[in-house]
């Protein structure tokens, strides 16, 4: 077979597109799940081991905004200052959203570690703008939810979610330790950062973290520091092997909304409150709301 024609089997092989000689590729299974997840999740075992944790109930169909939208315009507008723009990206977070939120671990770092089921969760959320200072940025995230029942739409169901703070230049950050302990850490006000402090439904911290805007073809996006945060919610009432998430944002702004990427470590602390210095990192997980 020359060796053209071998290239090509492998990479077909890879993909997982081969089908048995003289057979059509079969159509969609009925029962198949309406997502698939593409990268890193293991071959083998069994198929209800896939499926993803997490929501599991049903909304009525929503009508999307027509893109672009009003706020991403805005931000294409020549001769902002450099601040200004990043303040019309951070403002741009505000409006009404049909939201998901997923999670998969990609990478293990422990011999013989399965990685964890996917999480998969959805949402319409509503953003507001609680205050607006040329220093600071506070916006509110508040839930309003519909369900199908039986045939029925039921709701509106409003529940307050996270909140998000913004403050250009801090000079001061909100720093977790382990073990449920935070500290207030004076630091040296860096030119053109923004310091994002994210709370809870209940304002405790949830995490925070420092990082710059960049602007550039109709692309904006703030991308931060890796930093420490507790377990969220969706992990903690789940998992006990592991006590910090050492985790990096991406924010970007899109034409019709803005995703907001994780790339988390998922980090083993030894009695001291130290990363262990044997096995610190069991995965890393990506997230993608």
């Not at 799940?33 to 169909?61: H, K, M, N, S």
């Not at 009003?70 to 009404?96: C, K, N, T, Y």
């Not at 309003?144 to 950050?173: I, L």
């Not at 092997?241 to 702004?253: E, G, K, N």
């Amino acid at each position: 077979m020359p060796r053209s024609t071998l290239r090509l089997l492998a990479a077909a092989l890879l993909l997982g597109v081969l089908v048995p000689a003289g057979a059509e590729e079969a159509p969609d299974a009925p029962d198949a799940p309406t997502r698939w997840y593409t990268f890193a999740w293991p071959l083998d075992g069994a198929a209800e081991d896939r499926v993803p944790r997490g929501g599991t109930t049903e909304g009525p169909a929503v009508t999307p905004a027509p893109e672009p939208a009003p706020a991403w315009q805005a931000l294409q507008e020549p001769g902002l200052s450099a601040r200004e723009r990043d303040r019309m990206a951070i403002l741009a977070l505000a409006g009404e959203y049909r939201t998901t939120f997923d999670f998969l671990e990609t990478v293990t770092y422990v011999p013989d570690l399965e990685p964890a089921r996917p999480y998969q969760s959805w949402a319409t959320e509503y953003v507001f703008v609680v205050e607006d200072r040329p220093e600071f940025i506070s916006l509110q995230h508040v839930l309003v939810m519909r369900f199908v029942e039986d045939g029925e739409v039921r709701g509106p169901f409003v529940q307050k979610h996270w909140r998000q703070d913004w403050r250009h230049e801090a000079d001061k950050a909100l720093v977790y330790l382990g073990d449920g302990r935070w500290e207030v850490q004076a630091r040296e006000p860096e030119p053109g950062t923004w310091t994002q402090t994210v709370h809870q439904v209940d304002d405790t911290p949830r995490y925070a973290a420092t990082g710059r805007w960049s602007h550039e073809g109709g692309f904006s996006a703030w991308e931060a520091e890796r930093a420490w945060r507790p377990l969220p919610r969706r992990e903690r009432t789940v998992r006990d092997d592991y006590d910090v998430m050492a985790s990096r944002h991406r924010v970007s702004i899109t034409p019709g909304g803005w995703v907001h990427e994780q790339d988390n470590l998922k980090l083993v602390l030894d009695e001291e409150g130290r990363p262990d210095p044997e096995a610190p990192y069991l995965s890393r997980e990506q997230g993608v709301a």
